[in-house]
């Protein structure tokens, strides 16, 4: 018996012990025949019902006799062993025919969406039309629409799969797909928007959108679905560097997330039991430039895009000696503005303005109200916050927390218990360890829901899939060699491989191979920034050098002025205008050379800004910035 595949999802495909079929086999009302009898119960049909089917048209000799002609072609095609037809019936053999549609019935009742996907590519029996049979026609109507829902069911699991894996590009891929195969899938097109706005495509986001809308007005004359229209509300509010960010024109485009898909897993998974109702608390711990930052960006900026709030510092060295900074940071960066806020005591709102003036604009108490404790007042707009939407808190770098709010982190998670709260506490691990660091690692798991995520080096493997979306061009053996120097002189350090492997993209040139790095006993911290490789330092500096000559000078001077800075001191050092700062910024932050929270910006990796004074900035110019910016 011959083996025989039968594609029917997008233009008809028959194969016949792996080579294409012949064309008669194709004409047609024979194609028509083969897949109605291919989809039909035990692969079985009557002769009456088929002529109705296909022939109606014709008087019943004609009729039968085109039947028989083309079970003659089948026969003949395809082997008796395989059609058989008697007097009543006629069937295809058990087991003989194997269908993608039935493929992608089985890999999604097994939830295997990436499998699914691969076989969902397009309508049921695209382009073909048999005007003369109205019964056959009905029939593909439904199979189309059964089929349709399928797919689009499909391709819509496997991009939010691909989405909870920071793929960004194949989450676009996918999701698009769904649309195109129905434009008024509203699960499909959020799931679109969402990798569209997170890959800084925030006008296709928002086109996408529109098309929706068009969509299901022209067709079912309806509208987005409620969560469709939040989302795309959230999209059209994005701010630089406090919402999703918007490529900036001529940019290119972020690398993607590698290695660090059981990270993102378990974060994510923490997130989705805060919003479930538990309050959660994940400690990211790691070296520097080995991505924790990032690895929590991707978080922030999936829940900026969701029915949550969501506020996210960063710390500098100097927070440590300001009381109460970190929860002051938390106020301005999200927490202040928050629905729900309103609902605290007037007490409540007087301890929270001392905090932050996010909270002293939005809201006045009335005089002759006392303030409370800043660690009682702030757990109390918690509260209330969660009350109204799952909360998400973000403190970066907090090995540079000021005492005070770092002691209150444990007693805010343990009388939040039971609030739809995930704190995140990412911290740089090193000589200089903070005590409370390590007390709140004791307790997660103990006494405090969540976990420690240890972000580490990226492995071959990593860095060999972050050559190939750098280098696209280059052969096996080139990438085998750059990623193995790659691997040697950043020790697999995210940050570095990222910037090493960018600057060949540029065409930077690496020297013969240098030794391993860092050298044997040394840890990464003591060996910043001098003993860096030189391929490491000639590979940031020319990122420095392809960057345009204004986002040049802002960068020079952001590295002089230290640890956090603002647009109006930028503009004063480099006396340029404000609005030429202000673009700089965004395309320098696109392309993480600094962060942004509600109190400036800074560094997103300081490992950067010591090469740029080392190599780049010259002593006069860091005194000539630092005097024109009034510091």
């Not at 194609?31 to 088929?50: D, G, K, M, N």
């Not at 899938?185 to 928007?193: E, K, P, S």
């Not at 030429?580 to 932050?589: F, G, N, S």
Request: with cysteine.
């Amino acid at each position: 018996m011959s083996a025989v595949s039968l594609n029917v999802l997008g233009p008809a495909r028959i194969t016949i012990d792996g080579q294409p079929a012949p064309a008669e086999l194709l004409w047609r009302k024979h194609l028509a025949l083969f897949v109605y009898l291919a989809r039909s119960p035990r692969r079985a049909r009557t002769r009456e019902h088929l002529i109705g089917l296909l022939w109606s048209e014709r008087d019943e000799k004609s009729a039968r006799h085109s039947l028989s002609e083309a079970l003659r072609v089948f026969r003949r095609v395809l082997g008796d062993e395989l059609v058989r037809a008697d007097v009543d019936q006629v069937s295809l053999a058990e087991g003989a025919v194997t269908l993608d549609c039935d493929e992608l019935a089985a890999r999604s009742a097994a939830q295997d969406w990436a499998g699914a996907a691969r076989v969902a590519t397009g309508d049921f029996l695209e382009g073909l039309s048999v005007p003369d049979a109205n019964e056959f026609e009905n029939w593909v109507a439904g199979e189309r629409l059964l089929w349709r829902t399928r797919s689009v069911a499909a391709l819509t699991q496997w991009a939010e799969a691909q989405l909870a894996a920071a793929d960004l590009g194949g989450a676009k891929t996918t999701a698009l797909r769904a649309v195109e195969l129905e434009p008024t899938a509203d699960a499909a097109a959020r799931a679109a928007i969402r990798a569209l706005a997170l890959d800084g495509d925030r006008a296709g986001a928002l086109a996408l959108a529109d098309r929706l809308a068009a969509a299901l007005h022209e067709r079912l004359g309806t509208e987005p679905a409620p969560e469709t229209r939040r989302l795309v509300e959230r999209v059209r509010d994005a701010r630089v560097g406090r919402r999703v960010v918007a490529t900036p024109e001529g940019a290119r485009p972020r690398a993607p997330l590698v290695g660090r898909g059981a990270e993102l897993a378990a974060l994510t998974g923490a997130w989705h039991r805060a919003r479930a109702g538990t309050t959660v608390v994940v400690l990211i711990e790691g070296e520097p430039g080995e991505g924790k930052t990032r690895l929590v960006e991707e978080l922030v900026d999936r829940a900026r895009l969701e029915d949550a709030t969501v506020a996210a510092s960063r710390a500098v060295a100097s927070d440590s000696k300001v009381p109460w900074a970190g929860l002051g940071s938390l106020l301005s960066g999200g927490l202040a503005t928050a629905p729900g806020i309103t609902g605290v005591s007037p007490e409540v709102l007087l301890a929270l303005g001392a905090l932050s003036p996010a909270v002293q604009v939005q809201f006045m108490p009335p005089q002759g109200a006392r303030p409370l404790d800043p660690a009682v007042a702030f757990s109390a707009a918690l509260r209330s916050v969660s009350e109204e939407q799952p909360v998400l808190l973000a403190l970066d770098d907090a090995q540079d927390l000021d005492a005070e709010t770092a002691g209150v982190l444990p007693r805010l998670v343990r009388d939040g218990a039971g609030r739809r709260v995930l704190l995140v506490v990412c911290a740089t691990v090193g000589e200089r360890r903070a005590a409370w660091l390590d007390e709140l690692r004791a307790q997660i798991g103990r006494g405090i829901a969540g976990e420690v995520i240890r972000v580490g080096r990226l492995d071959r493997a990593a860095i060999g899939a972050l050559a190939q979306w750098w280098l696209p061009r280059y052969g096996a053996g080139d990438l085998e060699r750059v990623v193995r120097r790659v691997e040697r002189d950043s020790a697999g350090v995210a940050l570095l491989a990222t910037a090493m492997l960018e600057a060949v993209a540029l065409g930077f040139r690496m020297s013969p191979d240098a030794p391993a790095w860092p050298g044997e006993r040394h840890t990464l911290v003591d060996t910043l920034p001098g003993d860096l490789p030189p391929a490491v330092v000639g590979a940031v500096c020319l990122r420095y050098r392809q960057v345009a000559e204004p986002a040049q000078a802002v960068l020079a001077a952001a590295a002089a002025l230290g640890e956090r800075f603002n647009a109006d001191e930028l503009a004063r050092a480099t006396e340029l205008a404000r609005s030429d700062v202000e673009q700089a910024l965004d395309r320098l932050e696109w392309e993480r050379w600094v962060a942004v929270d509600a109190r400036g910006y800074a560094f997103a990796a300081p490992i950067e800004r010591a090469i740029l004074l080392q190599e780049m900035v010259t002593p006069g110019q860091v005194r000539r910035y630092r005097e024109r910016s009034g510091r």
